[in-house]
């Protein structure tokens, strides 16, 4: 079955900067790679999502790459604010859908005001 | 308001004694799947519904049992709980499962197995 490895576990950034937080996954056949925020105490909320038939893609502050060929994607968060602090999920599933999703194992992202 | 609704948010029990978490959505979705959340392993799958009466397991079924007779509930048994199923549960529901659509997460379920 798919794995998927997330680091770092723990990032903590000064408010204003840039947040990168990177994940790899091991079944060549998945094509759908979504992210999900988790704030203290609540459920997740999907962020940003990208398929693989495309390498980039933005929403305001929020960005994620996606390379096939090493079979990583990263989350891009620019000009961080103190709402941004969360835990973090990416994952990872074929046939472009969530039938079979798997998260990686989080990431806490802390912004230092 | 559309939404997933689980019940109970907090639960005590001791081994071997059966319970049921319930999760129903009303939103019409086809999609629908249990997570657990343990501390430095992220979600991982329990079951996952395609569509009513269409279970089938995720990477960690060992332990729970499912069933979806209608659209809009999927509650999550443990026949005889045991203290290493102590996690926080999560029920998520999508329009279908074959396109890359939002999961809806339901408000969790944390379970204690003393």
């Known amino acids: 079955g798919e794995n998927v490895e997330q680091h770092p576990s723990t990032l903590s950034v000064q408010e204003g900067d840039s947040a990168v937080i990177k994940c790899t996954y091991s079944d060549s056949a998945s094509n759908y790679f979504p992210w999900y925020k988790q704030e203290l105490g609540k459920r997740p909320q999907l962020i940003i999502d990208i398929r693989s038939n495309v390498g980039e893609k933005k929403d305001q502050r929020i960005a994620v790459t996606l390379n096939k060929t090493a079979k990583h994607f990263s989350l891009h968060i620019t000009e961080t604010q103190p709402e941004d602090s969360a835990v973090y999920f990416c994952?990872?599933?074929?046939?472009?859908?969530?039938?079979?999703?798997?998260f990686g194992t989080g990431t806490r992202l802390t912004i230092i005001p | 308001e559309a939404q997933v609704t689980q019940n109970p948010r907090y639960l005590i029990t001791v081994t071997g004694k059966k319970l049921t978490v319930t999760c129903s959505q009303n939103?019409?979705?086809?999609?629908m799947s249990w997570y657990r959340q343990d501390p430095g392993l992220g979600l991982r799958q329990i079951y996952y519904s395609m569509n009513v009466e269409v279970t089938d397991k995720g990477d960690v079924p060992e332990g729970y049992k499912v069933s979806r007779k209608e659209k809009r509930n999927f509650p999550l048994i443990l026949e005889s709980p045991s203290p290493n199923q102590t996690s926080l549960y999560f029920c998520a529901s999508s329009l279908t499962g074959g396109a890359p659509e939002k999961l809806f997460f339901g408000s969790g379920t944390q379970l204690s197995v003393l």
């Open positions: 994952a990872a599933s074929r046939d472009f859908g969530n039938e079979k999703l798997t």
């Open positions: 939103m019409n979705h086809e999609y």
